[in-house]
């Protein structure tokens, strides 16, 4: 069974940085895609970030130059946040595997103006 568990979410100013971590465990064997979803109230949940099993990234168009994402091995990605927004207040999900194939439980970033 593999966990995801997400840290770093907190509430920070217009314009203020965070970065996020999660940390997956259990039987994972090889490098997979791995990525960052959010999901604001009233509004669906949309992919931020996305780092491919060969390193390969892609980004929503909301948060390119801004988001930074970046793994350290197979169970560790990192979402780096600049120049943050009040619409970039959403609860963030660290996901594995490119449907994606796990979620990890979210964490709340909430940005005041």
């Known amino acids: 069974q593999v966990q995801l568990v997400e840290s770093g979410g907190g509430l920070v100013q217009a314009g203020g940085s965070l970065r996020l971590s999660c940390a997956a465990s259990?039987?994972?064997?090889?490098?997979?895609?791995m990525g960052w979803y959010r999901q604001a109230p009233g509004k669906q949940r949309e992919l931020v970030a996305r780092i491919s099993s060969g390193g390969s990234k892609i980004y929503a168009d909301s948060v390119k130059g801004r988001f930074t994402i970046s793994r350290e091995n197979t169970k560790k990605v990192y979402l780096q946040m600049s120049s943050l927004k009040p619409e970039d207040t959403a609860v963030y999900y660290c996901t594995l595997g490119i449907r994606p194939d796990y979620w990890g439980q979210g964490t709340q970033v909430t940005v005041s103006s």
């Open positions: 259990g039987s994972i064997f090889s490098i997979n895609a």
